[in-house]
């Protein structure tokens, strides 16, 4: 066998090694998945070439999303039954059913897998859930009216709560499983982020059009950044150093630069960007288009748009395994 032989079996060979087996098909990873609010459905996106490659069924009207660390299994709240779902994202099989209050929203996995919250709006509380068995382990009420996002820190000790009727962020102790305290930001706080290290979050208030930026161990702000019309989604780059905000009205999406707490680039998106994701390598952010049916794929590196991928209607979020 010649040289130029055997290096293409190797290849071939270590694509296979790489691929995820999916019913038999080798296939790309990591996936974008998005939750489409009014298809009741999500689409799987191949991260490697910006390509819808299938369209789970997802209730109703699935809304936030989140995925164990493994990427095997997805949750998804659908404010029609008011459950969250869990799905096997390799088949696309509902592997349970958990019931929630109403109106259930934003969902968050912690990092090491062991819990699930869900912030339910009308309930004004926050359900955490063993990931394992499924079972409620609390439903913890907040000061915030119809909460819309509930975060784990990564180091697991700390919920943040954003909801539509408040000007602060609720702070729950994920151990007492309590509200502990609450932070003051801008009028109804949407999409939060945090630091890799847990000592920063970041939250995108829409009626101010402002990013307040939060210090965890005083539990308070420490700088404002101001944003586009309808600030709302917030995603982190895994190197801490850059957080983008999408801006509802503008159709845009603002890079933070941490070290000023300064904007750096501003990106045109689709209509009415919603909520995002980053690959885990955070060299392309994923931006659900609401009002676009579309997820606007940009390069990090180059801050601009690499490509603008149909999905359903009414696109959520995005997450990324």
């Known amino acids: 066998m010649n040289n130029l032989n055997q290096t293409s079996l190797a290849l071939r060979a270590a694509a296979l090694a790489c691929s995820l087996l999916v019913g038999g098909v080798a296939l790309a990873a990591p996936f974008a998945y998005v939750p489409n609010e009014k298809s009741g459905s999500i689409s799987v996106i191949d991260t490697a070439n910006a390509t819808v490659v299938r369209t789970i069924s997802a209730g109703t009207r699935p809304r936030g999303i989140a995925s164990d660390p493994s990427g095997q299994r997805l949750y998804v709240t659908d404010a029609a039954s008011n459950e969250l779902l869990v799905i096997d994202s390799g088949n696309g099989v509902m592997l349970k059913r958990i019931a929630l209050g109403k109106s259930p929203e934003g969902v968050s996995a912690s990092a090491d897998g062991k819990y699930i919250a869900v912030a339910v709006e009308e309930s004004n509380s926050v359900s955490l859930i063993d990931a394992a068995s499924g079972a409620l382990l609390a439903d913890i009420k907040v000061q915030g009216k119809n909460p819309e996002h509930a975060v784990f820190s990564p180091d697991g000790r700390w919920l943040l709560v954003s909801a539509e ?127 676009s049916n579309s997820v606007s794929v940009i390069d990090t590196a180059s801050a601009s748009k690499s490509a603008e991928v149909a999905v359903g209607e009414l696109p959520w979020g995005v997450v990324i395994r």
Not at 215 to 220: I, P, V
Not at 263 to 272: H, L, P, Q
Request: aromatic share 4%.
């Open 165 to 291: 009727e408040a000007e602060q962020v609720d702070v729950i102790d994920v151990a007492a499983r309590r509200q502990s305290g609450s932070i003051a930001v801008g009028l109804r706080p949407r999409g939060i982020g945090f630091a890799p290290d847990s000592s920063r979050a970041y939250v995108a208030c829409e009626m101010v059009n402002t990013v307040f930026v939060i210090d965890m161990a005083s539990q308070r702000a420490v700088a404002k950044v101001a944003a586009g019309r309808n600030a709302n989604g917030i995603a982190v780059h895994p190197d801490g150093k850059h957080v983008y905000v999408s801006n509802g009205t503008d159709g845009s999406v603002m890079v933070i630069d941490t070290a000023r707490n300064a904007v750096s680039a501003t990106i045109a998106v689709g209509k009415r960007p919603w909520n995002m994701a980053l690959t885990p390598d955070g060299a392309t952010l994923y931006v659900a288009n609401g009002r």
